[in-house]
């Protein structure tokens, strides 16, 4: 079956929205998680300015596990800005790829046991990972991606 070109625009459409709806849930997320990093420093270091703030989320350790985030939403703007269409595919792989990245765990990775924490510690950060699951729910698993 051939997609004549208004239906293709149509799938890349649905499919960049479904790349967007994804890459504004990650912003979110990624500012709650940041909001309450800075507050945990500052109960210990004091106040800090937003340029102070830059320079952390960019060279402090504490500050380093966000970096999964900030490099997983430049993949989605990249794919999102290039020339080509979006397609089911680069949507199917990047919400599998989230679904793999974002799992609170105790076992899991450095990341996935940070973003545990998190989870535990603040209500924000569990609403934020509430909105991800709404739309992890909405799309269909990949067979082969258990």
Request: aromatic share 6%.
């Amino acid at each position: 079956m051939t997609m004549n070109s208004s239906s293709a625009g149509g799938a890349d459409a649905v499919d960049r929205a479904k790349l967007t709806e994804l890459r504004t849930v990650l912003l979110r997320l990624h500012k709650t998680l940041l909001d309450m990093e800075r507050r945990e420093y500052e109960r210990e270091h004091g106040h800090v300015s937003t340029g102070e703030l830059f320079r952390l989320v960019l060279d402090h350790q504490q500050f380093g596990w966000l970096h999964n985030i900030s490099e997983f939403v430049v993949r989605l703007d990249e794919t999102l800005a290039g020339e080509a269409p979006i397609t089911g595919e680069d949507t199917r792989s990047a919400i599998g790829m989230a679904r793999k990245i974002f799992v609170p765990s105790e076992s899991g990775d450095a990341f996935q046991k940070k973003y545990f924490d998190a989870i535990q510690r603040d209500p924000a950060v569990v609403m934020e990972h509430a909105a991800l699951a709404r739309l992890f729910n909405s799309e269909p698993v990949e067979p082969n991606a258990v």
